[in-house]
């Protein structure tokens, strides 16, 4: 009893080991449950098969979406990096036009004769449409560094979603592997509190 226990924790660790580093099948449709299962006295063999094929199904599935939420992280960590930047710009640049606007104004009003107001109108005009365009560029960046949030928030949740798939998908092959044996499915325990894939 003691030895088919051990056999037992033996294979789950094994099972884990392979889905940690990501040694699984290229396929889903090449999983097939370990012989412990298949040949597996029980009469609910077939069934415990079956459930273990579909847990290593989510588990894959899972750290493939996994893989795919951490390269979006990445992805949107580097583009809010750099819109941070280019915002940081922006916004002195925007700055400065500001500035450049107020000691404009500052010298107005001196005016002797009309074509001197329209000297006044045009520098007017060009000092507006400065600010414009550096106003514009503060904007566009803000925007973009919103969009990269947005994703990595994404890319977290991605991450998330994945970790319980690998969670739920090995719990099942625990299970289906402790019932084969013919010991009841108590709750898993987990390895220094940690269960998920962490992409971070």
């Known amino acids: 009893m003691t030895k088919q226990m051990l056999k037992t924790a033996a294979a789950a660790l094994a ?39 579909d847990g290593r199904r989510q588990e894959m599935t899972g750290l493939e979406q996994v893989e795919e939420g951490g390269k979006v992280i990445r992805k949107a960590q580097k583009e809010e990096r750099k819109s941070t930047e280019k915002l940081t710009k922006a916004v002195t640049v925007s700055d400065e036009q500001r500035a450049a606007y107020v000691r404009l104004v500052a010298g107005f009003g001196g005016a002797t004769i009309p074509s001197a107001v329209d000297t006044e109108i045009k520098a007017l005009k060009k000092a507006a449409d400065d600010w414009s365009d550096a106003y514009k560029r503060v904007e566009k960046n803000q925007s973009r560094v919103k969009e990269a949030q947005l994703d990595i928030a994404n890319g977290e949740s991605m991450v998330r979603t994945g970790n319980e798939m690998i969670a739920t998908g090995r719990e099942k092959m625990r299970i289906s592997e402790a019932q084969s044996q013919g010991f009841p499915a108590e709750p898993a325990v987990l390895i220094n509190d940690q269960q998920f894939v962490d992409m971070n």
């Open 15 to 53: 099972i884990l080991s392979l889905s940690a580093t990501g040694a699984c099948a290229s396929k889903t449709a090449e999983i097939v449950a370990p012989l412990s299962v298949t040949n597996s006295q029980m009469q609910n063999a077939t069934a415990l098969s079956s459930q273990w094929i």
